[in-house]
Nanobody, 124 residues
Framework: QVQLVESGGGLVQDGGSLRLSCAAS????????MGWFRQAPGKARECVAS????????RYADSVKGRFTISRDNARNTVNLQMNSLKPEDTAVYYC?????????????????WGQGTLVTVSS
């Protein structure tokens, strides 16, 4: 059974930084692409960053490019999201997800496995 557990969320001021981590178990992490999604109140869940199985290919939403960095450590079965220069509009529940395939994808339906989410609140 696949388990994804996010950590690192919290309250931060406008312009601050947070680092989210996702610990994976139950399925060899290194074989699959991973993604970070977020969902703000009243909005659809969107992909903010994705990474392929090796970490060599990453994709970002335009709204976070240059501020967020996704990385993975396959030996430790973890995926991270470094978030810098946070803005109030980044406030959302952030979810870690594991893809069905090796590639990096921004499509929600490419991810059959999801964590429970961690709340990030950016105050102005």
């Amino acid at each position: 059974q696949v388990q994804l557990v996010e950590s690192g969320g919290g309250l931060v001021q406008d312009g601050g930084s947070l680092r989210l981590s996702c610990a994976a178990s139950g399925r060899t992490l290194s074989n699959y692409g991973m993604g970070w999604f977020r969902q703000a109140p009243g909005k659809a869940r969107e992909c903010v960053a994705s990474i392929n199985w090796s970490g060599g290919i990453t994709r970002y939403a335009d709204s976070v490019k240059g501020r967020f960095t996704i990385s993975r450590d396959n030996a430790r079965n973890t995926v991270n999201l470094q978030m810098n220069s946070l803005k109030p509009e980044d406030t959302a529940v952030y979810y870690c997800a594991q893809a069905a395939e090796q590639y990096s994808s921004i499509i929600r339906t490419d991810y059959p496995y999801w964590g429970q989410g961690t709340l990030v609140t950016v105050s102005s």
